[in-house]
């Protein structure tokens, strides 16, 4: 089983090959540039904010829970699956988590900060778990019953319903790109202003969508894309931005060149001074975009496959080195027993607990 090997092997033999660059790589933006994590992040950070105290009183929650508690770092299990990608695709591999009881009790039991889900699994289960467990709404969603498939993110729970179940934050998505960014910005920042009222604080799932994006590679996740989505999220007041972790770069040119049209605008000095081809450089372009980091990344951990407790030690290497705040893993958790899923993600959270791992 690779979660018994994951306890005797160190860092360096899971990381593989790659384990000399990624754990000693030093970033071409330097870190002092960045308003990095720590223990006093709230007061550091948000202190000189337009955010409220209650606002402030619900972050310090987010960041005080769990096995990252008060190392301004966050471990978050997100599970909106059950309508992104319909319940069966999702629970099929462990009807466990049909049962919202369930999908709250792996994040309990995991240590993770807080979890992440729909309106109904949280509002079945909050009299009994909204006081152990910082909730988290996920207000909007991509549905795959209509046919043909839409790509658009609707509301599917408002801000009060979040408040009422004892939320201490809401999140939504917004697909970047896509012809209903412009309705779904306008809808999400309405949002987030009336959370921000009633104290919550405020994730955004900063995601591109478009065909276009796919050219000889996927450009969704391209560093100079995925950035300029996380600056526009942190404009709307997202305190947490939700990002894949990026792969390539160069997504504007990419486009433009396959389109035969002008597509946004870029400089030249992205690609040359402020990132490169290293995933380091490349997440910390994301991270730069997050005003500098006053706004914490956390990437995701990505579909579940065969290597994922490898894969999740590699994503958390690169967010931590490159000034983000930690991980967001749902379907490599979830979609194994409760124990393995819990073991992934202590991992997770080991690596922002070891102080060998620093800020490239």
Known sequence: MVATELA?????????KEAEDLLT???????????????DFIERIFINSDRNPRVLRSLQQLYSTG??????????LPVDQGIEHSAAASFAPNPLYFDPENIIRLALESGCNAIATTLGVLGMMSRKYA?????????????LLTYPNPSDQIMFASVQQAWDLGAVAVGATIYFGSPESSRQIQEVSKAFAQAH????ATILWCYLRNNAFKQDQDYHLAADLTGQANHLGVT??????KQKLPECNGGYQAVAKATGEKYGRTDSRVYSDLSSDHPIDLTRYQV???YAGRSGLINSGGSSGDSDFVDVVRTAVINKRAGGCGLISGRKTFQRPMSEGIKLFHA??????DDEVTIA
């Open 8 to 16: 005797s092997q160190n860092l360096s033999s899971l990381l593989g």
């Open 348 to 353: 997770i959270q080991d690596i922002y607990l």
């Open 236 to 241: 709307i007041e997202a305190d947490i931005i």
């Open 131 to 143: 006081h152990r467990l910082p909730f988290i709404v996920k207000l909007n969603h991509n549905e």
């Open 67 to 76: 096995r990252l508690a008060n190392t301004g770092y966050l471990s978050i």
């Open 288 to 290: 730069l975009n997050c």
């Open 25 to 39: 790589y030093q970033a071409k933006v330097p870190k002092d540039a960045l308003h990095l994590p720590g223990k």
């Open 197 to 200: 009222e009633l104290g919550m």
